[in-house]
């Protein structure tokens, strides 16, 4: 009975509780960014919860038991997120599937089936997604199969592109797999859009009254603040050379240099955004590892690790909170998996000596019997 319930609790302690310690101990920042001096509300305050590459294993290249345990993981640790922090929007950065680039029709809908199983919400927390190149394919591969992605209903109904407002915040989505400016007609249209959406958030910037003077028309379409820009790529950078933290690249990588249009975007791509949209907070996946650099000295941008213990010991995600003309962020970490594995060691270990040291009872036992039966006779 002993062994059952250490088993038992072990099993639930690492599977359901482990979570909630983890997650319990992250706050929301930035608890005054939406208050005046006095301490009166001023501006709404938006909270976000931020993940990327959640990789959910595919048909091809997936072992079932590590699809079945990883996907476990980040349902429920996504699942209790949820329920303790309750976030108002869920973005995701990309790479959401680890096999969307190959995948056949019938496999990318069991995918995208799963995908909504693990990511369940209420009607209280609104879920965006980001396009990665896991999803679609490396540019090239999006680039020759566009007649295909463009027309799949499935991949239109979980991604999403444009500019969104959420209270008087604006966020910024890109599909930065169609950011290499080569004439690709995907390229073409992505760069068409951006250039109208940054025309008009300069005019809402800069006219409160229509801005017929700056040559702007009409009223204003859009927050009067910079944006938050999302997007799967990272901004051009050289290598992680520059990076610390927990949830750093291993040092042995950070040097290694990065590769423009598959690692990060292009030079050229990278400050065309900036000029075009001047944010004041950029988000983006792709690394796997967590990262903080300035561009240009003034643009911040914040690389958020992979979800996945696939990828990492200690996954984690951003804790966003935003106001009209400031921000505040945390990250909050994962449980390791280290620690999972210790804990299963440790209970596997303690079985052993409990039965070691019930087989000995036992033993012990039989030797007084028979020594009685013995005595008995004699």
Request: aromatic share 10%; with cysteine.
């Amino acid at each position: 009975m002993l062994l059952i319930l250490l088993l038992g609790f072990s099993f639930f302690y690492c599977e359901y509780l482990i979570y909630f310690p983890a997650i319990l101990k992250c706050s929301w920042p930035g608890t005054g960014l939406g208050k005046s001096p006095d301490g009166r509300p001023v501006d709404p305050l938006v909270r976000a919860m931020v993940l990327s590459d959640t990789h959910l294993l595919g048909a091809v290249g997936g072992h079932w038991f590590d699809k079945l345990r990883r996907e476990w993981q980040m349902e429920r640790a996504f699942q209790t997120a949820l329920w303790l922090l309750k976030p108002e929007i869920v973005f995701i950065l990309g790479d959401i599937f680890d096999e969307g680039k190959w995948s056949s029709q019938k496999h990318w809908e069991d995918d995208v089936r799963r995908f909504h199983r693990m990511f369940r919400h209420s009607p209280d927390t609104q879920l965006v997604v980001l396009v990665g190149n896991h999803d679609i394919g490396f540019h090239y591969e999006e680039c020759q199969n566009s007649r295909f992605w463009e027309t799949s209903v499935i991949l239109r109904s979980i991604c999403s592109h444009g500019l969104m407002r959420l209270k008087i915040s604006s966020f910024l989505l890109l599909n930065s797999v169609a950011l290499h400016g080569d004439g690709c007609p995907i390229c073409q249209s992505v760069e068409t859009e951006l250039i109208r959406l940054s025309r008009e958030m300069n005019c809402s910037l800069q006219d409160p009254d229509g801005g017929a003077a700056q040559g702007c028309e009409g009223p204003r379409l859009h927050a009067p603040s910079s944006p938050i820009m999302l997007q799967h790529y990272p901004l051009y950078r050289v290598s992680d050379a520059a990076c610390t933290g927990l949830d750093a690249a291993p040092a042995e990588d950070r040097h290694l240099l990065f590769r423009e249009k598959y690692d990060v975007l292009s030079k050229e791509a990278s400050q065309r955004l900036l000029w075009w949209f001047r944010p004041r907070l950029i988000l983006s996946g792709h690394t796997h590892s967590g990262c903080e650099v300035l561009h240009d000295n003034k643009y911040p941008e914040i690389s958020v690790p992979s979800f996945s213990w696939r990828n990492r010991n200690n996954p984690s995600f951003i804790m966003l909170s935003v106001s009209a003309d400031t921000f505040g962020l945390s990250k909050c970490f994962l449980p390791e998996e280290s620690t999972v594995i210790h804990v299963y060691c440790l209970a596997g270990a303690c079985t052993m000596l409990l039965l070691l040291a019930h087989c000995l009872w036992m033993k012990g036992l039989l030797q007084c019997l028979s020594l009685l039966g013995k005595h008995k006779y004699m």
